[in-house]
């Protein structure tokens, strides 16, 4: 082969860093609204049309640029924010990479007016190349507007969600910003309809017009937040919101550790919703991490465990604040006289043999479970495990495990997060392809998930991945653990065959053992 190595042209090395610094109308809002904090400004509206893929507005009034900065700022890797490695350590600004400006210029038609309050500047680019630089008249402050999005990367644009899902996507966005800049004015506004809208206002109260009521405060150290009542969790994470010196991050510690907080306050399946912020010393923080990835790590993961959940449980013990008396109809603590009783554990408590029978399980041998019954039984437990599984899934029933770190997988199918979470598998897209999985219904093993995913996706049939799943697992039960699959056997509807039709257990009465003995 006459292959030979060949320097890409700039304009193919922007498009490319493009699609990982932006990569959908969601994730460059961010990125703009970003510099407009950088940039101080106190008022940000945006306008978008078919969900910002046709167009995104966005207008501020902070510092603005002057003319010169105004042609620099969109080549790659253009930054006011930092100039030595050094500054790296002690950053307070949002962005500093100086790439996100030129990677949407790079993918879009741009449009860029801005003012320093001395002299406006107008600039359009198109796919990146500067094509008008002209003064105009405007207030400082700036005003960025991108249309045509991924018009020279058809397959981006076939790969981005439907303008509603977007939209959906760009309010969350917003919301969550908004969130942390209570003092910042902002408006979202899509086809002449108003989706956001919020004024400065003290962090309680812009968190409560975001989110609804929020009475139980923390106060701890490093910590501040607020907790949403424990009756009013949801089904999803979707009401969770943790900040690390105000940038929007995700952790499955922290939101465990919450929950882990409200006790028994709240039902076993069900996410409380907050707003968290964890003020800790720039340096301490990873922030040279990919611009799109906000899962963040921890040094010390037992100790921020600790810390939220203690946060949180005091914040039921001091109760609602003070400074609101009305905004409770009741005391917090009958709230524990209502809530459920503590959730089953699946491996650390003792089992209880309170079946009507009495049993005792003997032994574990080539995949199967001896059990001492009125008879000796004999039980598949790969067959037992299929059947747990299918009707978990298929009925969205049983409890569902949050993992430590979400695994990843890499899939393309359209619509398989939805099939997916209709299982009671939590995920969600991180990339164009890639999916975050959250949390898993207890005998979907981890390690295994990949396997499960395969079997799913080759037949959508949840009978024949439970089958596989179950046939294949790694995962080796031990006697204690193949007794709990037996007695959740029993909570099925069918107990007596897997989803493939195979006998699950059966009865070795004397009568039958004597005849095996005998041949
Ligand atoms: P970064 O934010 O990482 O520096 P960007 O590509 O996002 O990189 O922006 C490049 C530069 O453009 C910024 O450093 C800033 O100087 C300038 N800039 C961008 N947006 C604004 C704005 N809304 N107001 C003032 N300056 C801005
Ligand atoms: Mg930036």
């Known amino acids: 082969m006459s292959q030979k190595i060949a320097r890409l042209p700039e304009e193919v090395v922007n498009q490319i860093a493009a699609g990982e610094v932006v990569e959908n109308p969601a994730s460059m809002i961010k ?45 790659r890797h253009a930054t006011s924010k930092i100039r030595t490695e050094k500054d790296l350590q002690n950053l307070s600004t949002m962005g500093f990479r100086g790439e ?92 002449n309809k108003t989706l956001v809208e919020v ?99 921890f040094a010390d993961e037992g100790k921020i465990f600790r810390l939220f959940e203690q946060a949180a449980s005091s914040a039921f013990e001091t109760g609602p604040s003070f400074t609101e008396p009305l905004a409770f109809t009741r005391p917090v603590f009958a709230l524990a006289e209502e809530a459920p009783p503590p959730p089953h554990r699946m491996h650390s408590t003792p089992l209880s043999f309170d079946f009507p029978l009495i049993e005792k399980p003997l032994a574990i041998a080539e995949g199967f479970l001896f059990l001492q019954s009125e008879s000796l039984l004999l039980i598949d437990l790969a067959a037992a495990h299929a059947r747990v599984l299918f009707e978990s899934l298929s009925e969205k029933k049983g409890a569902v495990q949050a993992l430590m770190w979400p695994l990843e997988a890499i899939v393309d199918d359209e619509g398989i997060a939805e099939e997916l979470q209709s299982m009671g598998i939590e995920c969600r897209w991180i990339g164009r392809r890639t999916l975050a999985v959250d949390a898993l219904p207890a005998f979907l093993n981890g390690a ?43 909570q099925c509807r069918e107990k007596r065959y897997d989803p493939a039709g195979k006998l699950i257990w059966d009865r070795m009465d004397p009568s039958r053992l004597k005849r095996i003995l005998e041949g």
């Open 31 to 75: 990125e703009i609204i970003e510099n407009s904090l950088d940039a101080g400004a106190r008022r940000i509206s945006v306008w978008i049309e078919g969900g910002g893929i046709q167009l995104i507005r966005i207008e501020d009034d902070g510092c603005g640029m002057n003319p010169e900065d105004a042609a620099l700022c969109l080549e």
């Open 100 to 191: 996100a400006l030129a990677a949407i210029a790079a993918v879009s038609h741009l449009e860029l007016m801005t003012s320093d309050g001395c002299k406006g500047t107008r600039i359009q680019a198109q796919g990146g190349r500067i094509a008008v630089v002209e003064p105009c008249a405007r207030n400082q402050g700036t005003t960025i507007v991108v249309r045509s999005l991924f018009f020279n990367v058809p397959a981006r644009l076939k790969f981005l969600k439907s303008s509603a899902a977007s939209a959906a996507q760009i309010v969350r966005i917003v919301e969550t910003i908004a969130l942390a800049h209570p003092e910042v004015s902002f408006s979202l506004f899509s086809e």
């Open 199 to 297: 004024f400065p206002n003290e962090k309680k109260k812009r968190i409560e017009s975001l989110i609804g009521p929020m009475p139980h405060e923390i106060k701890q150290g490093s910590i501040w937040g607020l907790l949403a009542p424990a009756e009013e969790a949801k089904q999803q994470r979707r009401g969770q919101y943790l900040f690390i010196n105000r940038r929007p991050v995700f952790s499955p510690l922290v939101s465990r550790a919450v929950k882990a907080g409200y006790g028994t306050r709240i039902a076993e399946h069900a996410y409380p919703s907050f707003v968290l912020f964890l003020s800790i010393p720039p340096g301490e923080v990873d922030v040279n991490v990919h611009p799109q990835k906000k899962e963040i790590r």
């Open 448 to 490: 295994d998930f990949p396997d499960f995913l395969q079997a799913w996706r080759e037949g959508k049939r949840i009978d024949l991945a439970a089958s596989r799943y179950a046939r294949g697992a790694k995962q080796r039960f031990n006697l204690d653990e193949a007794y709990l699959l037996w007695k959740q056997l029993q």
